[in-house]
């Protein structure tokens, strides 16, 4: 079982931003890629972005781009959300995710482990 922890939540105006972590002492952190989801109250579970194992590839979803930015540092078994310029319709709990696939990953389905997320709300 890989442990993922969130933080960096918290509640903002909007405009305002914010820094999310993942963190997790699995030593295979680096073979994996990872993803940032969300969950609005009352909606399913959406796709925010992912990243490759390397870092070297990242896709979002069309309603972050430009706002959001996925990163990893492998050697600090970290994974990154900058999130900028954010609105009220970015409120929800987002969780990172790990896939035993290398390549980025946008289906919920092919990651392995998730952690326990982390609430952002956006004041408007």
Do not use: H
Not at 14 to 21: I, K, Q, T, V
Not at 43 to 70: L, P, W
């Amino acid at each position: 079982q890989v442990q993922l922890v969130e933080s960096g939540g918290g509640l903002v105006p909007a405009g305002g931003s914010l820094r999310l972590s993942c963190t997790t002492p699995e030593r295979t952190f680096s073979v994996r890629s990872m993803g940032w989801f969300r969950q609005a109250p009352g909606k399913g579970r959406e796709f925010v972005a992912a990243i490759s194992r390397s870092g070297g590839s990242t896709t979002y979803a069309d309603s972050v781009k430009g706002r959001f930015t996925i990163s990893r540092d492998n050697a600090k078994n970290t994974l990154y959300l900058q999130l900028d310029t954010l609105k009220p319709e970015d409120t929800a709990v987002y969780y990172c995710a790990a896939s035993n696939l290398g390549w980025t990953v946008v289906a919920a389905g092919l990651y392995n482990y998730w952690g326990q997320g982390t609430q952002v709300t956006v004041s408007s």
